[in-house]
């Protein structure tokens, strides 16, 4: 994955991931699919008790949002989602930051 982004850097607390601390922060890669539909599961965590979102984007367009609303890594899974085929690329962005709350990410898994 490529690291986009002001702040986007990685972290080696709680897991070894990527931490998104601000508005564009993205990690991103491309995804060749046979389908058009998949359900997209998410391992991550907040830095803190607030609620941290980390949107998922295919093709550029937004298809859903993981919700983290704790420090301890919890995996979130978006069902269902439909796409394009062939290649893809796959964006975990910020786009909602407050100022309260980092969001920590480890894995993408993709069924």
């Known amino acids: ?12 607390s709680s897991f070894n991931g990527v931490a998104l601390y601000a508005n564009n922060d993205s990690v991103k890669y491309t995804q060749n699919f ?16 607030n609620m ?25 899974t978006l069902n269902n989602v439909s796409h394009g085929t062939g290649n893809q690329e796959i964006e975990l962005v910020v786009t909602a930051d407050n100022g309260t709350w980092d969001a920590y990410i480890d894995y993408l898994e993709i069924n």
Do not use: C, E, W
Not at 2 to 10: A, I, L, P, V
Not at 34 to 49: C, D, K, P
């Open 1 to 12: 994955m490529t690291k986009d982004g002001q702040y986007t850097g990685n972290i080696s």
């Open 34 to 49: 046979s389908s058009g539909t998949h359900s997209f599961s998410l391992r991550g965590a907040s830095n803190n008790s």
């Open 52 to 76: 941290a979102r980390v949107d998922l984007k295919i093709g550029g367009v937004t298809k859903g949002t993981f919700y983290f609303g704790g420090s301890s890594p919890a995996v979130y």
